[in-house]
């Protein structure tokens, strides 16, 4: 059964760094997305991408966040310069066109130090 | 917007037992409902879905939910748990119909499953 899958599994960096984190979505889902959860909270939707732009943020995607589709498999999120309040478990999710369901990778766990 | 109550944190429950977990929405449109399984140390696994049609639906594993739009809710509910569906338990929603669709999710409710 395809899955979306998430690189790597767990990233410490420090405070002021910038982290990529990597995602393959299923080969012939058209709409991506980001999500975190910060420890002991729910999970917030950060930005969807279809059609190789933003379709939807809110307002924690600020400036120092992006998104990037650079090849035709991988999707990703880039922090520019990382927040202890950055710290969080990030789930990427895809879906086709047709479906609204969504399916999520297994997280990275982003810890900044 | 919308809004999403998980009215229970944690569910303790014995095996064997029914369970009913309580989900209740707010929303100035139209929504798609969705609740989602988490087991420790994974990723988000859908459980069962609400677009149209029949209001009580049927997921994976024998959890059923039912939804009532006079009362805005969507309570999960299992006859029988066992062990194994001692995990994290999310509501969702996404506004019908609209580009990017993003969810919005409750807080979660952990289910306690023990003998």
């Known amino acids: 059964e395809p899955e979306v899958t998430q690189t790597p599994s767990h990233q410490v960096t420090q405070m002021g760094q910038e982290v990529i984190l990597r995602c393959v979505p299923i080969?012939?889902?058209?709409?991506f997305y980001w999500y975190r959860q910060i420890l002991g909270q729910k999970v917030e939707f950060l930005v969807s991408f279809y059609n190789n732009e933003i379709s939807e943020k809110s307002e924690i995607f600020d400036d120092q966040f992006s998104v990037e589709r650079p090849d035709g498999s991988n999707f990703t999120l880039k922090i520019r310069s990382t927040k202890l309040e950055d710290s969080a478990m990030y789930f990427c999710a895809s879906r086709t066109g047709g479906s609204y369901e969504q399916y999520f990778g297994p997280g990275t766990r982003l810890t900044v130090t | 917007a919308q809004s999403v109550t998980q009215l229970d944190s944690q569910v303790p429950v014995f095996e064997e037992a029914p369970v009913e977990l309580r989900c209740n929405y707010s929303?100035?449109?139209?929504?798609?409902l969705f609740w989602y399984v988490q087991y420790p140390n994974q990723g988000l696994q859908l459980l069962l879905k609400y677009l149209s049609g029949s209001t009580l639906v049927k997921g994976i594993n024998g959890f059923e939910a039912e939804f009532n739009k006079s009362q805005t809710s969507f309570h999960l509910r299992k006859p029988s748990v066992h062990i194994s569906d001692t995990a994290e338990y999310f509501c969702?929603?996404?506004?019908?119909?609209?580009?990017?669709?993003?969810?919005?999710f409750g807080k979660g409710t952990t289910l306690s499953v023990s003998s």
């Open positions: 929303s100035s449109v139209s929504v798609y």
């Open positions: 969702a929603v996404s506004p019908l119909n609209q580009a990017g669709t993003a969810l919005i």
């Open positions: 080969s012939n889902h058209l709409y």
